[in-house]
Nanobody
């Protein structure tokens, strides 16, 4: 059974950091592009960052550029999101997703598998 499991969320003060992890199991994801999305209460799910299957290409939404970094583990079945200089507006449930095309897309419809999400809360 294919699973994506996020971890690393929590409560942090503004200016703090968190490292989110997404562990993929049930099949090899080494050829999949991976992405992070987030959804705040009352808002639509939005793109945060994505990484290609090789790890050589990354893509960020403007609001997190320079603060967040997406990366893949050596076995490529784990993806990380290092979130620094967190702001209250970063508060949301963060989801990881896998795209079998291997690309790095900002479109949720391009992703084939999704995790259950991890809550990130940033206090002011």
């Amino acid at each position: 059974q294919v699973q994506l499991v996020e971890s690393g969320g929590g409560l942090v003060q503004a200016g703090g950091s968190l490292r989110l992890s997404c562990a993929a199991s049930g099949r090899s994801f080494s050829n999949y592009g991976m992405g992070w999305f987030r959804q705040a209460p009352g808002k639509e799910r939005e793109f945060v960052a994505a990484i290609s299957w090789s790890g050589r290409s990354t893509y960020y939404t403007d609001s997190v550029k320079g603060r967040f970094t997406i990366s893949r583990g050596d076995a490529k079945n784990t993806v990380y999101l290092q979130a620094n200089s967190l702001k209250p507006e970063d508060t949301a449930v963060y989801y990881c997703a896998a795209d079998r095309s291997g690309s790095y897309s900002r479109e949720p419809r391009n992703y084939d598998y999704w995790g259950q999400g991890t809550q990130v809360t940033v206090s002011s």
